[in-house]
């Protein structure tokens, strides 16, 4: 049972970090103003860099069901969440409208990458669980025969 829940979660992480990946590899190259010179995007406190930082981790979070990647994984989780809700604190609001009317996509992208870290960090800490609770209950379904 608890084995099967932690395949669960762990194809479930890997599934949605791709899709989050792959949203954020048409968004974020698109409004890049390297590559379309069309795009004059304002420095809004790093927002374009969290994005492209926040894809990278996804795509590290594809391959978490390595052990050494799946704490640098947790680890860069949980440092991406917190710079980004300090930077949300910290964001002025004009910066938030500019955003949220001149580049929606960056934008919902940005929070929609918040609310999915921490969807990574409370799987880590349950998968954590279950994983300890797996190595000190084993469970022998052969042993109630």
Known sequence: MNQHFLDVLEYNMMLI?????????????YHSPFLNPLITIHYCDHI?????????????????????ITILGFISSLTLLVINCYNLHI???????????????????????????????ISYIIKSIVIYKLKKYPSNPYESL
């Open 48 to 68: 374009y860099t969290l994005n492209v930082l926040g894809g990278l981790n996804c795509l590290l979070n594809v391959f978490s069901l390595y052990k050494p």
């Open 91 to 121: 964001l002025e609001p004009n910066c938030r409208d500019y955003l949220a009317i001149n580049y929606n996509n960056v934008w919902s992208y940005y929070n929609s990458l918040i609310i999915y870290q921490s969807y990574n960090v």
């Open 17 to 29: 970090n791709g899709i989050f990946f792959i949203i954020g590899l048409i968004i974020v190259p």
